[in-house]
């Protein structure tokens, strides 16, 4: 590179335009310090040239955009968005709708479940009494509807007791043999009601107190006196039903689940 | 880019596309009106924008739509031009030789000022000017080079009636 008179001012331009290489500013350094008269050339140029000033754009907030605003303002971009997350995200609102039914359905069943266990399982103590007082009523039924329903348990009874074929007798004996022989109670459980119905007309020493009281009464009576055997047996039933139940009621929840993830398997294949 | 890089370029250059744009038309609305528009098409294609591109990119929309702007502008009256100048609040004198030159410079072309904008602003080389400007690197060159030269003797000129 040479600098001359008549390219000089080229460079001067180069010069404050920033353009020339750190050898090419040297150079244009150094033949201005050889040749002063042409530095108020560039003195002069670099008048002409612009202060930098700052110049604030007000409000620039207003140029602000937001991906999230711009999917609400632009349809476009919305319906894009919509696309993209609609085949997956309309699955997961099944299945969270489905998971919170059978999840709700589940508890309240188990609510139902559990509440009904602990009802029965005081219940149950009731109806081991009540277990007679229930078969009562139908007892009461065959005395009073038909008689001669009755009469074989009679029979029963006395082939039971003996020979005896009066009621009365025969109740003493069953009053006995119920006290004494626990295993029989079951079976003596319609004779009760005999023992009732006799009782009225009987003055049986031993059976008449229990008798003539309500019937609310008979069965506390009996509980009382069987509460030991009785307890053992009923229990073992109700317990191992409970579980049979409640396994039965899992079974249901769960196929019903089954059934409902199933339906959105079939979906999702769709 | 998303919408943070986005908001990042505003802050950064929206001071400074304003100011190229007033500079040029000196009407603080319509280069406002200009600096949105560049940075609603930033914004659109803010997909395809190369990082590094934004500002030039920015520069390069906004002086398209400065040009267009002149050009309306002129299809409607010469006068209110004219008047803008007189008014213009931006060009308020701070002393006499700087009320000289910004006489003169007013006194350009557009695609001169801008030359001179781009390169005293904000520092851009006459490659980068010349991709805004959608002219050479040896146009911008010696449009810039001539529009110096032109300023410079208006200046001497002036110091001289002055004088």
């Known amino acids: 590179m040479e600098l001359n008179k008549e390219n000089y001012e080229e460079y001067l331009l180069l010069y404050i335009d920033n353009e020339l290489s750190a050898s090419q500013k040297a150079a244009v350094d150094a033949f201005l310090a050889a040749n002063p008269n042409y530095a108020q050339d560039l003195k002069d140029l670099q008048a002409v040239q612009l202060n930098p000033e700052t110049i604030e754009y007000t409000d620039k907030t207003s140029l602000y955009r937001f991906d999230e605003m711009n999917a609400l303002l632009d349809p476009g971009f919305k319906k894009t968005l919509y696309k993209k997350n609609s085949s997956s995200a309309k699955i997961i609102g099944l299945k969270k709708t489905y998971i919170a039914y059978a999840s709700i359905a589940a508890v309240a069943l188990w609510l139902v479940v559990g509440s009904r266990q602990l009802l029965q399982e005081p219940k149950q103590l009731v109806t081991e009494g009540l277990s007679t007082a229930t078969i009562i009523p139908k007892a009461k039924d065959y005395t009073n509807n038909s008689v001669p329903s009755v009469h074989p348990v009679e029979r029963q009874m006395n082939s039971n007791a003996g020979t005896m074929n009066e009621p009365i007798k025969a109740i003493e004996t069953i009053a006995s043999t119920s006290f004494t022989e626990p295993v029989r109670y079951t079976e003596q459980i319609p004779t009760i009601e005999i023992e009732e119905k006799a009782g009225e007309i009987s003055t049986n020493p031993i059976s008449s107190p229990a008798i003539n009281s309500s019937l609310a009464a008979e069965p506390k009576q009996e509980k009382e006196s069987f509460e030991e055997i009785n307890t053992e047996d009923n229990d073992r039933v109700i317990y191992i039903s409970n579980i049979e139940l409640d396994g039965d009621k899992f079974r249901g929840i769960t196929r019903r689940l089954g059934v409902l993830f199933k339906r959105n398997k079939t979906e999702k294949n769709k | ?163």
């Open chain 2, 1 to 163: 880019m998303n919408d943070i890089a986005y908001n990042n370029a505003v802050d950064q250059y929206a001071d400074g596309v304003y100011r190229f744009i007033v500079k040029n038309i000196r009407n603080e609305e319509d280069a406002r009106d200009i600096v949105q528009t560049a940075f609603e098409k930033l914004w659109v294609n803010r997909s395809s924008v190369e990082p590094l591109k934004v500002k030039s990119y920015l520069f390069t929309i906004a002086y398209h739509q400065m040009i267009d702007h002149i050009r309306k502008e002129k299809k409607y009256s010469i006068t209110d031009n004219f008047e803008g100048a007189i008014i213009d609040p931006i060009y308020q004198p701070q002393h006499q030789l700087k009320q000289t030159i910004l006489k003169a410079i007013n006194e350009l072309n557009p695609t001169q000022k801008s030359l001179i904008l781009l390169k005293d602003y904000e520092g851009y080389n006459y490659q980068e000017i010349g991709e805004i400007m959608n002219l050479s690197e040896s146009q911008v060159k010696v449009y810039l080079h001539r529009a110096r030269l032109q300023l410079k003797d208006k200046l001497i000129h002036l110091q001289k009636v002055s004088a």
